[in-house]
């Protein structure tokens, strides 16, 4: 979690759930799994704000590509800090990429750590929590989501192309409306 809480290109959502689907079968155990999911993700955020504040958005130039972190994605992280504040801290963990580089902008701005910590500990420990409890309790139903996944699979696709339709109707409309052809 720590790799990946810092920005590691790693599927933590899905190494999570996975962990929970283990405790579901009795290969791990529920408790030891959160707390391990949990300090994991702390200790991620930590070392991305103590790089933020040590190097600052500097870092980002020399080794941020390596990361698949770019200098416009952290002017967008600085622009959603301006905006949500300290509750970004929190909710950053659900959002991609902005986990990767909250931390980071809050140290490069000089963000107290007791603030940032309160924060992004309470969303970590939410995050980590949600997808190991997701992973543990469909665990436990796995064969019966399947066979709902396998029966609705057509309604599935269908619903997919929608939402892929709708995006590129919607990328075109942009498009031409920078055009001024609308």
Known sequence: MTLGVIGLALPDEAILSFA???????????LPTLISAFA?????I????????????KIIDKIGIHF??????LEQSNIWLTKY???LFFFGYFIPVVKHLTAITAGSAKVKYSIFA???YTG?????????LLGFYFGRKWTKLIERVQGNILLIILIGLLILLI?????????????NVL
């Open 20 to 30: 929970g689907y283990l405790t579901s079968k009795n290969n791990l155990q529920l």
């Open 40 to 44: 994991g993700t702390i200790s991620g």
């Open 46 to 57: 930590s070392i991305s704000f103590f790089i933020g504040r040590r190097f600052g958005v």
């Open 68 to 73: 698949h972190v770019t200098k416009e994605k």
């Open 85 to 87: 504040g300290n509750w």
């Open 118 to 120: 309160l924060y992004a």
């Open 124 to 132: 970590g420990l939410v995050w980590s929590f949600t997808f190991v």
């Open 167 to 179: 995006w590129v109707i919607y990328k075109l409309l942009l498009s031409l409306k920078k055009k």
